[in-house]
C-alpha cells in the first residue's frame, strides 16, 4: 500500500543554519507529494507540491523534489529562521478504495534557535 | 472567511461519555474529511465525505460516527469513549477529488480518563 516515511524527530538547528528534512515513500504509480507545515496552535498548512517527476516544489525558500529513482522528497531550506520552527509533515496523494486519499508520515519537529 | 473551523479546542472526557466534535468550513468544499493524529505519528483518516448526505469510512472509523446534513458541517460523535481515542483531533476540506489541496482546521485536543 502507500506509504510515507519521513527522518525521526526532533531537529534543532541555530539560525542561518542549512535544513534538509529526509522523506520517502512507497506508492504505486506516481502519486503526488506534498509538504505540510504545522505551527504551534494551528492547523496543516500546505508548503509545496510536486505532482510528477523531476518537478520541484518551492515555497518561503523552502523546496523539495520529485525524485522517482529514490523515491524521495525530501525538505531543504537554505538558511532557517526562528519563525521555521513548527512540525513538518511529508504526505502523498493515492488512490485509497478507489478515491484520492492523502497518507502523511508521522511529522518532524523543528526547532530553530536564534 | 474563516475557512476551516472546530470547536471545542481542548476537552476531557471520562471512559462511556460521549462527545461531538464540531468542524464547519465556509468555502463551499463539497469534500470533508476528519483525521486522528496520536503522538508521534502521522495523520490517520477516520471518516470522509464527498458532500452533503455522503459519508464513508477511513483508515481507523471504529468508535466514531460522522453525518453530513450540509455543504458546511462535518460533525463527528465520538460514543463510549476509551483512552484509546486520546488524539488531536483535525477536520479538512478540499474543493473536489480533483483538487490536491486540504485545508485543515486548527484541531481539537481530546483527552479520555
Known amino acids: 500500500g502507500n506509504s510515507v516515511t519521513q527522518m525521526e524527530g526532533p531537529v534543532t538547528l541555530s539560525e542561518e543554519a542549512f535544513l534538509t528534512i529526509n522523506c520517502t515513500y512507497t506508492a504505486t504509480g506516481y502519486p503526488s507529494l506534498f509538504w505540510y507545515v504545522q505551527y504551534p496552535g494551528e492547523g496543516l498548512q500546505l508548503l509545496l507540491k510536486?505532482?510528477?517527476?523531476?518537478d520541484k516544489g518551492s515555497n518561503k525558500g523552502f523546496e523539495a523534489t520529485y525524485r522517482k529513482e529514490t523515491t524521495s522528497f525530501h525538505l531543504e531550506k537554505g538558511s532557517v529562521q526562528v519563525s521555521d520552527s513548527a512540525v513538518y509533515f511529508c504526505?502523498?496523494?493515492?488512490?485509497?478504495?478507489?478515491?484520492?486519499?492523502?497518507?502523511f508520515g508521522q511529522g518532524t519537529r523543528l526547532t530553530i534557535n536564534p | 472567511n474563516a475557512g476551516v473551523t472546530q470547536t471545542p479546542k481542548f476537552r476531557i472526557l471520562k471512559i462511556g461519555q460521549s462527545m461531538t466534535l464540531q468542524c464547519a468550513q465556509d468555502?463551499?468544499?463539497?469534500?470533508m474529511y476528519w483525521y486522528r493524529q496520536d503522538p508521534g505519528m502521522g495523520l490517520k483518516l477516520i471518516y470522509y465525505?464527498?458532500?452533503?448526505?455522503?459519508?464513508d469510512k477511513g483508515e481507523v472509523p471504529n468508535g466514531y460516527n460522522v453525518s453530513r446534513s450540509t455543504t458546511e458541517d462535518f460533525p463527528l460523535r465520538l460514543e463510549l469513549a476509551a483512552p484509546s481515542q486520546t488524539s488531536v483531533y483535525f477536520c479538512?476540506?478540499?474543493?473536489?477529488?480533483?483538487?490536491?489541496?486540504?485545508?485543515f482546521g486548527p484541531g481539537t485536543r481530546l483527552l479520555v480518563l
Open positions: 504526505a502523498l496523494r493515492g488512490l485509497w478504495q478507489g478515491a484520492q486519499k492523502l497518507v
Open positions: 465525505s464527498v458532500g452533503a448526505g455522503i459519508t
Open positions: 468555502m463551499n468544499h463539497n469534500y
Open positions: 510536486a505532482t510528477k517527476a523531476d
Open positions: 479538512a476540506s478540499s474543493r473536489d477529488k480533483g483538487s490536491e489541496t486540504q485545508y
